[in-house]
């Protein structure tokens, strides 16, 4: 039993500093995810927050890592840059000569940045980057639209990203 202690010694004070970091991230992910599920969007209320605190952890695992330097932080902010902009290109459609998705793809990516501050105690950049991320897809969304739909002459509204 002591080899197990000795092994697998956890920091509770750490453990509990992370999970309140991850939480942050998660609740600050989630209105952003929730705009985007209540739009029918191919990403939502699942992916969002799921894509912060994901985030968030590989940036805790680098900010804690032993030996870690500034090269260490930089290469990792990279990948998961890399990253999650593979899951949001995963968000583009293009159909002929329309491409959609592309506001989806750039909240998730954003999202990310979101955990990774998070991750780095920048709290007020995570929270800045939160709300106008939401009010830019919930408020200028119906702007967009009715554009579009001026712009064609539709009377419906059409899925522009």
Request: net charge negative; hydrophobic share 45%; glycine share 12%.
């Amino acid at each position: 039993m002591e080899f197990l202690s000795e092994t697998f010694s956890i920091d509770w004070h750490m453990a509990l500093e992370d999970l309140l970091r991850v939480v942050i991230a998660f609740a600050l992910a989630l209105p952003i995810g929730w705009e985007r599920h209540k739009s029918g969007r191919n990403l939502g209320l699942r992916t969002f927050p799921i894509v912060a605190i994901g985030a968030c952890g590989f940036m805790l695992i680098a900010k804690h890592m032993p030996g870690a330097t500034a090269e260490t932080h930089a290469r990792l902010i990279q990948g998961l840059l890399t990253g999650i902009g593979f899951i949001g290109g995963g968000a583009i459609l293009k159909d002929g000569g329309n491409v959609r998705g592309v506001a989806t793809a750039a909240s998730i990516w954003c999202t990310g940045a979101i955990g990774a501050a998070v991750a780095y105690e920048r709290e007020e950049l995570a929270l800045v980057l939160s709300v106008i991320t939401f009010f830019t897809l919930r408020f200028l969304t119906p702007i967009v639209k009715r554009g579009d739909n001026e712009q064609h002459g539709k009377d419906e509204p059409t899925q522009s990203d």
